[in-house]
């Protein structure tokens, strides 16, 4: 009898873990060779592992909500030699990592190497700002890569089996479908696919969550232990705020429009168990971590002024105009739209503008990139921002829209506060924050006018930037955002 144990791979995330979300196959199951195993969320994504091995399971590492660490063991398999096995030498195509704790000296195992592949280091405090640049557009042969974030900037490996659609109980869906649908409650054996080769998609999950003909036996988004299987939901865009207030969304929706927020918020924050300590997991998990290394390693300072919108013709779109005046000020002081390496002395201030927009959700701080700010005009501009806004929601963007921001920016006046003290995430130097709009009384010509500010926090790392070309950035971004047009 041959056992084997296959550990927990990098899953390109460049995260030191990763929570089991739903075994394939259980314990004394027979499994074939590259047949889905296991789902496992990380702080983006859910992923759907393939069976390393052709056999039967023997012991798994644990259930559903549990956390594995990357490189411990997750599965043990006795080999069924009648069945495709891999070559012992032939690529996995997963990276392992390293550091944990052997399996028993007794069985076999497809131990980590004994170096973890150039990029799948966990960042932490003490090397958060030494990343190699995560440019979505470098050269391939470029081994390593800002894997995007939450909230920052990781390493991740190139090792990663890409996502496809595999068939479970006679259903072919790609892993975030199937953790939608779980979600919302939807049995996806009920469900009707429109996709190619008969694979269910998220706009047939969505379909039958409006219409209420898939109606699945588990609650509508939430493990054994309660919290939500994959992200897909915001509590506010962070996108886009105009000078009225908007009324809520209506309890109706086209059958191809996400669900909105609210409906499915609620019922999870209303559940959440109180006066509990309950573990973080998933996105929260990773915010904590790369915003404690921010808090050890930056040196914060913050400006505060307010930009008088007076000029301005009504329908404005902030966002677009906000980015703008980010792009303008990048290109008078280029010292802040940099990223500093600290231990290696060297500032790198770059010729694009990725602006990164913090962007809340109930799973926590998400921040993707928007991609050169610097060549899209206005409309172009809304439109990037819709289909990140609606990625975010969908926990469907792939990695390189996650990562590789230059600048930060952070609308947090769309829910409330005019001023703030924003993070700085290495490797960025820089991140403005837009508070709440409101009137004020200003002078003008000897009498007094009724104008609308809107109030700017830029903050900075004062290692790489200075008072002066921090307060030179900002004016700049003020007289822009006080034109008319």
Not at 59 to 87: C, F, K, Y
Not at 120 to 140: C, F, H, I, Y
Not at 458 to 481: K, P, Q, Y
Request: charged share 20%.
């Amino acid at each position: 009898m041959s056992k084997k144990i296959f550990y927990l791979p990098d899953l390109g995330e460049g995260l030191p873990d990763a929570e089991i979300v739903e075994w394939m196959a259980k314990v004394g199951d027979t499994i074939q060779l590259d047949e889905p195993l296991v789902s496992m969320e990380t702080a983006k994504a859910v992923v759907e592992l393939p069976s390393p091995f052709s056999g039967k399971v023997l012991r798994v590492a644990g259930g559903a909500g549990d956390v594995i660490n990357t490189g411990a063991w997750l599965v043990e398999m006795e080999l069924d030699m009648s069945l495709p096995q891999r070559a012992e030498a032939q690529d996995t195509g997963h990276a392992h990592g390293s550091g944990h704790a052997p399996p028993p000296e007794d069985e076999e195992s497809i131990a980590p190497p004994s170096a973890a592949p150039v990029g799948s280091k966990p960042t932490g405090a003490e090397d958060v700002v030494q990343q190699p640049e995560p440019s979505a557009t470098k050269a391939p042969e470029a081994k390593s890569a800002d894997a995007g974030t939450v909230v920052g900037a990781m390493q991740s490996s190139d090792a990663v089996r890409s996502e496809t659609a595999f068939a479970v109980g006679g259903v072919k869906a790609m892993p975030a479908v199937r953790a939608l649908a779980k979600k919302l409650g939807v049995d996806l054996t009920r469900v009707a696919p429109t996709g190619a080769d008969d694979v269910v998609t998220m706009a047939d999950v969505k379909k039958a969550a409006t219409a209420g003909t898939a109606s699945g036996s588990t609650s509508s988004g939430s493990t054994s232990s309660g919290r939500s299987l994959s992200g897909s939901g915001l509590s506010g865009s962070g996108f886009s705020r105009d000078s009225t207030p908007r009324p809520p969304s209506p309890p109706t929706r086209a059958p191809s429009q996400p669900m909105p927020t609210v409906t499915r918020d609620a019922p999870i924050r209303a559940t959440a168990a109180r006066d509990i300590d309950e573990p973080i997991r998933g996105v929260r998990r990773n915010m904590v971590r790369v915003m404690s290394a921010a808090h050890a390693e930056v040196v914060p300072t913050t400006l505060m002024d307010d930009a008088d919108l007076h000029a301005w013709s009504p329908g404005a779109d902030i966002m677009a105009r906000l980015i703008r005046s980010i792009v303008h000020a990048a290109a008078a002081e280029p010292g802040l739209n940099a990223w500093l390496n600290a231990k290696e002395g060297t500032l790198r201030r770059h010729s694009r503008v990725d602006v990164g927009i913090a962007v809340d959700s109930p799973e926590g701080l998400f921040v993707p990139a928007l991609r050169n700010s610097d060549q899209l005009d206005p409309h172009q501009i809304r439109m990037e921002l819709n289909r990140l806004r609606d990625g975010v929601k969908n926990r469907s963007l792939p990695p390189e829209d996650l990562t590789g921001y230059t600048i930060m920016l952070s609308n947090f006046g769309v829910f409330a506060g005019k001023y703030a003290t924003p993070i700085v995430v290495p490797p960025c130097v820089c991140i403005i924050g837009a508070g709440r709009l409101n009137h004020a009384i200003v002078p003008v010509l000897g009498g007094m006018e009724t104008h609308r500010l809107m109030p700017l926090s830029l903050s900075f790392d004062h290692r790489a930037v200075t008072g002066g070309e921090a307060a030179r950035f900002l004016r700049v971004m003020i007289d822009d955002l006080q034109r008319a047009n």
